[in-house]
């Protein structure tokens, strides 16, 4: 299972940005698939994750209500619309993948990962 992500860049803390994972190997409509990211000095952290299932979400809770997960099973992609960025959020953001049917929020949890796409949210 290949991933690669794309869409990162700077942007002003209010702004928006919306990150892509195209997905090619494997069965995409098998995998769960999760957003993480990791700033200079810190841990890898979990940021949003989805089901196979429509409407099967996961957020850490300091995005949650400014980040939504998504995915389109025909592409096959899974997205992250992030609004309303902050200086916080600013970090290499990664597409990860895992076969089953639970979010889990641990990176070890995962089996497969892209090279990530950096976000800068300016003050």
């Known amino acids: 299972v290949q991933l690669v992500e794309s869409g990162g860049g700077l942007v002003q803390a209010g702004g928006s940005l919306r990150l892509s994972c195209a997905t090619s190997?494997?069965?995409?409509?098998?995998?769960?698939m999760a957003w993480f990211r990791q700033a200079p000095g810190k841990e890898r952290e979990f940021v949003a994750g989805?089901?196979?299932?429509?409407?099967?979400?996961s957020y850490k809770d300091s995005v949650r209500g400014r980040f939504t997960i998504s995915r389109d099973n025909t592409t096959p992609t899974v997205y992250l619309q992030m609004t309303s960025l902050e200086p916080e959020d600013t970090a290499r953001y990664y597409c990860?993948?895992?076969?089953?049917?639970?979010?889990?929020?641990?990176?070890?949890?995962?089996?497969?990962w892209g090279q990530g796409t950096q976000v800068f949210v300016s003050s």
């Open positions: 990860a993948a895992r076969s089953g049917s639970v979010i889990y929020t641990a990176n070890g949890r995962y089996d497969y």
């Open positions: 190997g494997g069965t995409f409509t098998t995998y769960i």
């Open positions: 989805m089901g196979s299932t429509i409407g099967t979400r």
